[in-house]
Nanobody, 132 residues
Framework: QGRLVESGGGLVQAGNSLTLSCVASDRTFSSHPMGWFRQGPGAEREFVAA????????IYSDSVKGRFTISRDNGKNTLYLQMNDLNLNDTALYFC?????????????????????????WGQGTQVTVSS
């Protein structure tokens, strides 16, 4: 997959919104399931959301379901995370990640893993800090 570069993090007040972006340098972006993970202070890396290569299937952690939306633009090699109604617990370093490429129609439509071990390539992260 090559290089993944996140952007869009920052300081935001609770209740507000933020959109993260992740640009991939590899032209095979459209064959990779993609995910967002986060790691808060003193915490382990946790799953946030994932999307299948075609964008048909999205999955979310319970903690962000209904507030966050993952999307992708395969023509721009870009992954997004729209975050609404942010709260203090959302403060973390956010990473985008690419799973191994898939080729079958079923996997292109539905593959969206939630385990960090399923992901091969990781960005450096972008910090999101939510203040009260």
């Amino acid at each position: 997959q090559g290089r993944l570069v996140e952007s869009g993090g920052g300081l935001v007040q609770a209740g507000n919104s933020l959109t993260l972006s992740c640009v991939a340098s590899d032209r095979t972006f459209s064959s990779h399931p993609m995910g967002w993970f986060r790691q808060g202070p003193g915490a382990e890396r946790e799953f946030v959301a994932a999307i299948s290569p075609s964008g048909f299937r999205e999955i979310y952690s319970d903690s962000v379901k209904g507030r966050f939306t993952i999307s992708r633009d395969n023509g721009k090699n870009t992954l997004y995370l729209q975050m609404n109604d942010l709260n203090l617990n959302d403060t973390a370093l956010y990473f985008c990640a690419a799973s191994h490429s898939v080729t079958g129609m079923t996997e292109l439509m539905s593959a969206a893993p939630n385990a960090p071990s399923e992901y091969e390539y990781w960005g450096q992260g972008t910090q999101v800090t939510v203040s009260s």
